[in-house]
């Protein structure tokens, strides 16, 4: 099975999960989060913010 052939929803999940077990560090500075915002401006977007408490 092709990641291709696996909905939309459950690809979101996979990546999610994946990204919970292998503790990945993401960067969200002030700094990153402008430059987000200012590529996705005038645009609806879908965003998803996910809060891990250790």
């Known amino acids: 099975m092709t990641f291709a052939n696996i909905s939309a929803s459950d690809q979101i ?4 999960a ?3 077990t ?4 993401l960067d969200m ?5 402008k430059k987000m915002l200012k590529r996705h401006a005038n645009r609806k977007t879908n965003l998803v913010i996910i809060y891990r408490c250790k």
């Open 29 to 33: 500075s002030t700094d990153e989060s």
């Open 22 to 25: 292998a503790d990945i560090q």
């Open 18 to 20: 994946k990204t919970l």
């Open 13 to 16: 999940h996979a990546r999610v």
